[in-house]
């Protein structure tokens, strides 16, 4: 398999993100998600990521979308503009096969090179155990579980979440985000 190429979401990704996505939603639980949204739905979501100047990439192998990966705002309230959520998937027949690192370092380099200071991974399952120990070795550590919170495919689900510390953290004032 040819090497990944990580690179800014276009218009014509899309279809693919939807796919890899839709797959996530029917059959895992990263995402609570219970119908999975339309090429157009997940179009709006990038453009408002993208608008807000925070990053969205793909990773491409062969011609072919295998993974993206994007920060959101962590809460929409004005004091949490520093924090950013990450959010990645990768397609189900590739999961372990070196996608996902490539993709998540650029977010974090672009959040961290926008100013965002924190990085929180929110785990949907405290059984999915993979995000976390690919979460942990990505920096990030945990900070909680919170228990029984979301109900999908018949079970209560947990969240759990990790947080990473981007450039200077805490330990200087910020600059506002660009």
Same mark, same amino acid.
Request: with cysteine.
């Given at each position: 398999m040819q090497d990944l190429v990580v690179r800014p979401v276009?218009?014509?990704?899309?279809?693919?993100?939807?796919?890899?996505?839709?797959?996530?939603?029917?059959?895992?639980?990263?995402?609570?998600?219970?119908?999975?949204p339309t090429a157009e739905e997940l179009t709006a979501r990038r453009d408002a990521i993208l608008a807000m100047g925070l990053p969205y990439v793909v990773g491409e %192998?062969?011609?072919?979308? *295998?993974?993206?990966? =994007? !920060?959101?705002?962590?809460?929409?309230?004005?004091?949490?503009r520093f924090t950013v959520e990450d959010t990645i998937y990768v397609h189900p027949e590739l999961?372990?096969?070196?996608?996902?690192?490539?993709?998540?370092?650029?977010?974090?380099?672009?959040?961290?090179?926008?100013?965002? %200071?924190?990085?929180?991974? *929110?785990?949907?399952? =405290? !059984?999915?155990?993979?995000?976390?120990r690919f979460?942990?070795?990505?920096?990030?550590?945990?900070?909680g579980t919170i228990t029984g919170i979301g109900?999908?495919?018949?079970?209560?689900?947990?969240?759990v979440l990790l947080q990473r510390t981007l450039g200077s953290g805490v330990d200087t004032p910020p600059d506002e985000p660009g």
């Open positions: 276009s218009d014509t990704d899309m279809p693919a993100i939807q796919a890899i996505y839709a797959h996530h939603v029917r059959h895992g639980t990263a995402s609570w998600e219970l119908e999975p %192998r062969g011609g072919e979308i *295998v993974g993206y990966a =994007s !920060a959101g705002p962590y809460r929409v309230r004005p004091a949490y999961a372990g096969a070196g996608v996902a690192r490539p993709l998540l370092q650029r977010v974090i380099d672009d959040c961290t090179a926008a100013g965002r %200071r924190q990085m929180i991974a *929110v785990v949907g399952d =405290s !059984a999915n155990l993979a995000s976390i979460h942990e070795k990505m920096g990030f550590r945990r900070i109900w999908k495919f018949d079970r209560w689900l947990d969240s």
